[in-house]
């Protein structure tokens, strides 16, 4: 257990921002730096700002696959904007906003209530939002039919973060206190207990693992996504 | 591919080595083999994969067949993604058979990329796996044939310059006949306009290249049409021969340097347009070539709006209804244009649903209306004007049904055979044909 601890606690952090950085920089310089012919997709946007607009729309409502597949987009949507309130939350694993706090007026247990209601709720609808697209890959037949491993690989391995993610939400009711005074120690290369937390170390290895295949599998659709667009919209 | 070819390991070498090279090709060929998240949704958008659902024809399928091999064959990066499926690193003699087959069935009409949630064009795959059996001299017979037609004469139809001569006399005659007065259409002279429609106008569809020679006597322009290059059909870009399609994008530009023209106007032909204005042209020939390219419809609705048209709809009192070839409406953005002529001459016009940039595509696109035989497998297969008859016309054909038109205008000479087919096989009481037809009806001139 303790070299396992110390693996994914002291070791494998720092392996992960190599190969999470190293691979998206030399993706993204690869896009950027290959020639692109004119294929726009017509009506066009008439300005770089129109086209910069409608990207960005995109990007938070997903129009296309609104028109494209209502239900898909119906799940999709909330699924990525739980990622999105989830990652926002994982700030506070990370540091702590007092003087926010007392900005808003909230004492430590009201931001705790927050917190446990905003996050856990976000903790269930994206589980069942994991599970519908698993479902549905598996279901429906012209998905089923272009799905590989990698597809239910990656979804396994969402999946696993979001129920360890809850289990330290739900059942072991881990302390964030530990996770902050963690990642100092970590930023600042001092060696600090790693949580012991079974349900922690799984999740957070697991939020590793997620991290350093970013750029080598479909979760490159997130950088991806403004460059494809950017080439369809431009006049 | 004809019976007797054999493919050997060299070209299986070729095949891989061309999809490999993607690792350094377009920005988009590159990105579309990394971002697809394997949704489904261009399953539900395409009209192949809606009127005969199975693995073969949904979009992102068909793409893996590229994908697949690149990821096996491509960077580090790619390998592992590639690692996790497992898939076996062979490329056997029969897919890139089958290849001919399932990169034909897609008409490359990019609908999918309207609804791709990351804007994944698959036309771009497609048109990578046919250039790739193109290299192998394995390109469907029609798509060979008309591309050597055309590198020997100059256009797609096979027609010498006496035949061109004939064609355009026996239409300044029709012309006569139909308004009474004379209509000519310049041949090789110096004018303002040079006009370059399909060469199948001239041959198949002799009324809309009337319609056009009307319109350009009502407005009045100054415009000639080109012996040597009167043909804008390319057929380079659906076999993904750019070094073809540039050779023919060539006649067009030194015509119009010949002719000291200020506009080349494309006809009614969206891959001709396509390939003119965004594909060849400035990014060919350099951003100071001395003409502008535009289309008739652009400048047929701006002489309309400027007056200089008379048109008495009443002569056309038939329901009307307009199919947006795929490269007018998404490819060039040419969509009200057509629409404000067709309303101009016409007491019944009525929309498709969907319409515009959302239409289905006509099932003949990407060349595949010239296609009848069967391509890329040996037996057991139907013809592709079986195909495109009970397949790929399927979306198009219901949509016409629900208009209740009893004219289908559709400017594209691909479309029209594939749509005057399509009516014909299941018995539709409508005439096909392109705008200006209707135009020529439609127009008031000064006798």
Known sequence: MGGIKIFIGEILPYITLIVFLSGITHKILKWTKAAQGKMTLYPAASTPGDKWKRIVKEIFIFENLFKGNKPLWAGTWVFHVSIALILIGHVRVVTDFPLLWQVLRMGKEDVDTLSTTL?????????????????????????REISDKDDYLTLALILGIIITGDIMRFVTHFDLAQSREYFV??????????????????????????????????????????????????E | MSEESVISQTDIEKAINSVKAIKDGPRALQLYMDICAKCGTCAEQCHVSRANPQRRTNPAARSDLIRKLYKQNGSILTKIRGLFNGQSNNLSPEDIETWVRDFYECSGCRRCAKFCPFG?????????????????????????????MSDKFGNDEGQTYASFMNAVEFL???????????????????????FVPASADLVSFPETQMGCATFFHAAGLSWTMSSEAFDGAN????????????????????ACLKLKVKKLVIGECGHAYRIAKRIGGAFYWGGDIPYEITNIFIIAAEELARGKLRLDPNKNPEPVTYHDPCNFA???????????????????????????????????????????????????EVTFLDYRMNVGGKMKLNQVKETGAKYLAAPCANCKRQLMQLMDYHKMDVRVGGVFDLFDKAVILDK
């Open chain 1, 119 to 143: 996050g856990g709720a976000a903790g269930l609808v994206i589980f069942i939002m994991g599970i519908y697209l698993l479902v549905r890959r598996l279901a429906v037949q012209r998905v």
């Open chain 1, 185 to 234: 120690a970590l930023f600042t290369f001092k060696s600090v207990a790693v949580p012991g937390d079974p349900a922690f170390l799984l999740h957070f290895f697991l939020g590793q693992l997620l991290i350093i295949y970013i750029p080598f599998g479909k979760f490159l659709h997130i950088p991806g996504t403004f460059y494809s667009k950017s080439i369809i919209y431009q």
């Open chain 2, 120 to 148: 994944i064009d698959n036309s771009v795959i497609t048109r990578k796996g046919r250039a790739i059996v193109h290299a192998l001299g394995m390109s469907p017979k029609m798509m060979a044939q008309t591309q050597e």
């Open chain 2, 172 to 194: 300044e005659s029709e012309l006569q006949e139909e308004h009474g007065i004379p209509i000519k259409i310049p041949v090789d002279q110096e004018a303002d306009i040079l």
């Open chain 2, 235 to 254: 057929f380079g870009l659906f076999t993904g021969d750019d070094a073809h399609m540039k050779r023919k994008n060539k006649l067009l530009h030194d």
């Open chain 2, 330 to 380: 998404r490819s060039t953005g040419v969509i009200e244009e057509p629409r404000v002529l067709l309303r101009a001459c016409t007491t019944d016009f009525r929309e498709m649903t969907p319409n515009r940039d959302y239409n289905w595509c006509c099932g003949g696109g990407g060349g595949l209306a010239v296609m009848d035989s069967k391509e890329g497998v040996k037996k057991n």
